[in-house]
């Protein structure tokens, strides 16, 4: 604990990251006297208070982070922080043995929620959504995708009454749960997935859900891309985003495709691109279902940082100009970010590095383009809080 408590210090303190750290009311404390404090992430860390922190003395959180590793006491972080304060919750695992309890009080400014897959499958699911009347955001991880949950799950979504989270804009998850979470719901950007099962249902399940103009970004994430794929993404109208990941599950050595396969594919295809299309990012995944992968984008956005902070010295200048940046490798030709014209991002990435990332519309040295994930583009180009009237549909 003296070591906890000497963060009071950093008044000005924004976000803290907790790694193995037995939690009392003390540390709560020191918490609280950092007014600046925001976001927390706690990871493998674990109460040993016994009772419920006061709700008036519970943590001032904006942004709250759970990973309880192997802990059993993990979710009380849930109990110790102000619900009228969160706006973003990330949960790593399953649905937590207190939400069963019904004790959990609501979370009326909560906008962003990021769950384990396990917790589709929980009967209390559907009563957990009820106490986020602002939801805007749902993420679902990959664990979610394996067949035995999707089964599992099914009966828990049909559940979920279209008066729960009326202003969801963001799905991002299986693509068998879009009738549920899409109804009634105007939702605009949309992150599906599908392992090989159920691929012959996928394009049909997607393209269903929505109406023509109103999808602004799609993120794909499949085994194979098909020419069904390829036609959903023209389907599409009004969408200014792509991201296509393949996984090349359950595929053999020779059949597998890379992401100059699906670039050919794209500039082979008799369906016309979007017309408005902005972004677009090809990659090839390697993991396997239920282990997510950080993206290559992270990686380049830290030697980006790195490169930037060397550059400034001088006498780092021989490390700076030897850092390989992406938008400097060749940039392939492409009949379809050809007709692209309003296109400002492209990004081809394998399963371990970025190959291209570049801005078609700079005429400019190239690494001076900031490339942003499609998460972050989402985020800051389409304005993903503002409200998107039914008329412009």
Partial sequence: MPLFSALARFKNLTSLDCFRILFDRSHVNVINTLSHLTHAEFT??????????????????????????????????????????????????????????????????????????????????????????????????????????????????????????????????PAGFLPALTRGRLVTHVGVYACPMFMNTFTMTVGSAFMKQQV???????????????????????????????????????????????????????????????????????????????????????RLRQHTSLSSSKEHSDSSSSLSSPSSRPIPESEFINKCTSLRYVMLSDSSRIIAAWNPQLKTDPQHVEIKTFRQWQRQRLGLLDPIPYGSL
Avoid at 258 to 273: C, E, G, Q, R, W
Avoid at 281 to 289: D, F, K, L, N, R
């Fill in 44 to 173: 493998e860390c674990q109460w040993v208070y016994r009772h419920h922190i006061p709700y008036e003395e519970r943590m001032h959180l904006q942004h709250l982070l759970v990973d309880h590793g192997p802990n059993k006491r993990r979710y009380n972080w849930l109990f110790n922080t102000h619900p009228n304060h969160l706006t973003s919750l990330t949960l790593t695992s399953g649905m937590p043995a207190d939400f069963i309890s019904g004790l959990l009080p609501p979370l009326p400014n909560l906008e962003s929620l990021e769950i384990n897959g396990i917790a589709m499958v929980h009967p209390e699911f559907p009563s957990f959504l009820s106490l986020c009347p602002g939801l805007i955001e749902l993420r679902v991880t990959t664990d979610a995708l394996l067949p035995s949950y999707v089964r599992a799950a099914e009966d828990v979504i049909t559940m979920i009454s279209p008066d729960f989270i009326p202003d969801l804009r963001v799905y991002e998850g």
């Fill in 216 to 302: 602004r970004s799609l993120k794909i994430r499949v085994p194979k891309v098909t020419k069904r794929i390829l036609a959903l993404i023209s389907y599409f109208k009004a969408m200014l985003a792509v991201e296509i990941v393949v996984t090349n599950e359950g595929r053999c050595m020779k059949s597998r495709q890379s992401y100059n396969d699906i670039l050919t594919a794209l500039d082979n295809s008799v369906f016309p691109p979007p017309r408005h299309l902005e972004y677009l990012s090809i990659a090839e995944e390697s993991t396997t279902w239920g282990e997510p992968k950080e993206s290559p984008w992270y990686d380049y956005q830290r």
